[in-house]
């Protein structure tokens, strides 16, 4: 068994969906990224890249290739899930934390549990999704920005 740890944080930017977990969250404003900005997704598949002993994700896909710009996370969590399948392994489980003020996500969690279940092809009982706030400190805290982060368990495939 193989464990790895995934941490990002993307700032809130007008005109732009949120996107977390993998599913779109009714807000007034979204995350800035290369990608979709989805934070969570993106702690996942640092989890996953450090339990297989790969680079991280910006490395596997940087910020100045344009094949990955507006690109869903959950697409660059199935290409993650191919690299470590090469090595050999695949995803036993994923525990997650979001940590942000606002929106509430308790609605949308099962939803996202659900993408990364399916990006992943991993049972929906091995994947946690929970969620924080920052209690008004710093930037999460006023409300400027959405963190994550992510262990991912590793176990050689069969």
Not at 45 to 71: E, K, M, S
């Amino acid at each position: 068994m193989r464990v790895g740890i995934g941490y990002d944080i993307h700032r809130f930017v007008e005109d732009r969906p949120l996107m977390l977990g993998g599913i779109e969250i009714p807000h007034i404003l979204g995350l800035e990224g290369h990608s979709d900005g989805d934070a969570l997704i993106h702690a996942i598949c640092d989890a996953v890249l450090g339990a297989a002993g790969l680079d991280d994700i910006g490395h596997q896909f940087p910020v100045n290739d344009d094949r990955y710009a507006g690109i869903r996370s959950t697409e660059l969590l199935k290409m993650v899930l191919d690299k470590i399948k090469e090595k050999g392994f695949r995803v036993d489980y994923v525990d997650s934390v979001i940590i942000l003020e606002e929106p509430k996500i308790a609605p949308f969690k099962e939803g996202m549990r659900k993408e990364i279940s399916e990006a992943l092809s991993i049972n929906l009982d091995n994947i946690s999704v929970k969620a924080t706030t920052q209690e008004g400190i710093g930037a999460i805290g006023r409300g400027e920005a959405i963190a994550a982060y992510a262990v991912a368990c590793l176990v050689p495939e069969k």
